[in-house]
């Protein structure tokens, strides 16, 4: 629904008028999103009843109305949780953009750099995130500062990778043209390479984003507090501790919450970014 | 022998300047294949050339050497005077390919703009060119456009556009309508030649396989066989200028194309 919206206002209608335009599309997504919503309710509903006939204790399977509870009762904490979290996602994410698409840029210009130092960029993507984070807490402290860090270096990599893939797979005749044309290698770059890799670097942000989130969440886990008030990891760890079972499972799917927001919100980005060009991003009517 | 523009011009062609030098020009790739094989071959200032010839036969590769992608194995080639890539750098000359190669995230007059962008070249008067040479292919309305909004046909323009923004002496077409259905091909050949003979001294060289747009458009042929890649011949159009539809129909028409595509064949 969301996404359905989000494309509505961002490209302008251009066939049919709008009544019959709304009622089909009313039909569309009904019939895109009616079944999920059912299995969605059915699978809650499930759960709820199962419970109740063998009561089970809470702190081994919450009900989905105990985790509601908790999540309400709690809400104060958990939006301090859920804040801290997507604040140091986003500086991840934009620290994972400008040093992931600048080192992609400066790879490209020169294919001596490139071949020397990508092996290794690739080496320190296999390295596990938990084993690296332990040295960058020492490095950089408990808090804030280290849980961006892992967030950014977790998201680092997608963004480096595609953002190269897409500056190395300008077409050909178009290089041909720019080259015909005397272009100097930083107007190549500005006015060919980097639009033709958007699309690229636009997909390795929506891989970015989510791990982004992620890696907040385990840098909270290992750095502890961030931000004077812990994150939703601290928050998980905490409730995990108390076994204050349903707050955990309430910590858990805002986490997921948040992961998908943040794909949505760069989903709407490269629609509005895309649009108007590139096959991807286009209404299937169109073109 | 030479260029016919319009009937009064005589005069210029008797003191043309030559445009593009090719003396025993050869090319042999890395993996020993000879693309072009000792090619002697002189272009004047206001001529409309076309390399004709099947697939293979080196035409699209000596295209490659003027435009100074490709560089000569053997031979000397001089293109307005200098070597290949001290004319591109110059400026004087201009290119079109089979594929439009528009930005697909400008619109029109963005992309018609870009070779004065890319020297530099003063946002207004950029502008004022760009919508000078878009009125002239007929895509006034059509500046603000991106490209995929476009037919074909108009894609095509949009490309011939751009390469006449700078005003180029030499412009060099590599195969540029054979994409296009046979209607808009002809419409768009129409256009071509009367733009060329709006500026007496721009030279066209034109890439085809197509004998019939060869002959419609050229004032010479230069008639290519592969293996290895040479001119076989090259045909003069004795046919003047303006020329319009109903030459396709005329007996002179029909004889040079026969003679062009004998010389194809033998």
């Known amino acids: 629904m969301h996404e359905e919206l989000l494309t509505e206002s961002n490209v302008p209608l251009r066939t049919s008028p709008a009544g019959s335009a709304t009622a089909s599309r009313l039909r569309k997504m009904n019939r895109q999103f009616g079944p999920p919503a059912a299995a969605f309710v059915l699978f809650i509903g499930g759960w709820e009843v199962v419970c109740r006939l063998l009561g089970t204790k809470p702190y081994l399977l919450p009900k989905p109305s105990d985790i509601v509870l908790a999540a309400t009762e709690n809400a104060a904490n958990l939006w301090v949780s859920v804040y801290t979290t997507i604040v140091e996602a986003v500086l991840g994410i934009i620290l994972s953009i400008i040093l992931g698409v600048g080192f992609a840029i400066l790879l490209a210009s020169s294919k001596f750099i490139e071949r020397s130092v990508y092996p290794y960029a690739i080496i320190m993507q296999t390295i596990p995130i938990v084993a690296i984070a332990p040295i960058i807490v020492i490095w950089f402290g408990a808090g804030m500062n280290a849980i961006v860090i892992i967030a950014f270096l977790i998201g680092f990599f997608p963004m480096l990778s595609n953002t190269l893939i897409g500056l190395d797979s300008t077409e050909h005749n178009m290089k041909n043209l720019f080259y015909l044309y005397n272009a100097s290698p930083m107007q190549t770059m500005f006015r060919l390479r980097i639009p033709a890799a958007l699309p690229y670097i636009v997909a390795g942000l929506k891989i970015s984003c989510t791990l982004a989130v992620i890696g907040a969440i385990v840098g909270e886990y290992i750095a502890g507090i961030g931000g004077g008030k812990g994150g939703l990891g601290y928050a998980i760890t905490v409730a995990a501790s108390r076994l204050q079972t349903p707050y955990l499972f309430a910590c858990g799917l805002s986490a997921s919450l948040l992961g998908i927001a943040f794909f949505l919100l760069v989903n709407a980005f490269s629609k509005w970014m895309l649009s108007s060009w590139h096959e991807s991003e286009m209404k299937s009517s169109e073109g | ?266």
């Not at chain 2, 293109?79 to 439009?100: I, L, W």
């Not at chain 2, 962008?117 to 456009?145: F, I, N, T, W, Y």
């Not at chain 2, 256009?191 to 019939?212: A, C, G, K, Y």
């Not at chain 2, 200028?241 to 030459?247: C, M, Q």
């Open chain 2, 1 to 266: 022998m030479l260029t016919l523009k319009g009937d009064d011009a005589m005069t210029a062609v008797t003191e043309a300047k030559e445009w593009v030098r090719m003396e025993r020009l050869s090319k042999v790739y890395p993996n020993g294949t000879t693309a072009v094989k000792e090619v002697d071959l002189s272009i004047r200032e206001g001529e409309f050339l076309c390399f004709v010839g099947p697939s293979g036969c080196g035409k699209s590769t000596i295209f490659k050497m003027i435009t100074g992608l490709s560089n000569p194995t053997g031979g000397k080639l001089t293109v307005m005077g200098t070597t290949a890539n001290e004319a591109r750098k110059r400026s004087d000359t201009a290119f079109v390919f089979q594929d439009h190669t528009l930005l697909p995230w400008s619109s029109v007059i963005d992309n018609v703009m870009l070779p004065l962008a890319l020297r530099g070249v003063s946002r207004k008067e950029r502008q004022q060119e760009a919508e000078r040479v878009l009125a002239m292919v007929g895509l006034q309305d059509h500046m603000r456009s991106m490209p995929r909004e476009l037919s074909g046909g108009m894609k095509m323009r949009a490309s011939i556009a751009r390469a006449l923004v700078a005003k180029p002496k030499l412009l060099l077409m590599d195969e540029p309508f054979g994409a296009l259905d046979e209607i808009t091909r002809q419409t768009l050949q129409l256009e071509l030649l009367s733009l060329w003979r709006q500026d007496p001294e721009m030279t066209i060289l034109f890439v085809t396989h197509n004998v019939f747009e060869a002959v419609f458009l050229s004032t010479r042929i230069a008639v290519m066989t592969p293996r290895p890649g040479k001119i076989d011949d090259v045909i003069d159009v004795p046919v003047p200028f303006p020329r319009d539809e109903t030459f396709r129909s005329t007996p002179e028409f029909g004889r040079i194309v026969h003679s062009v595509s004998m010389t194809l064949k033998h």
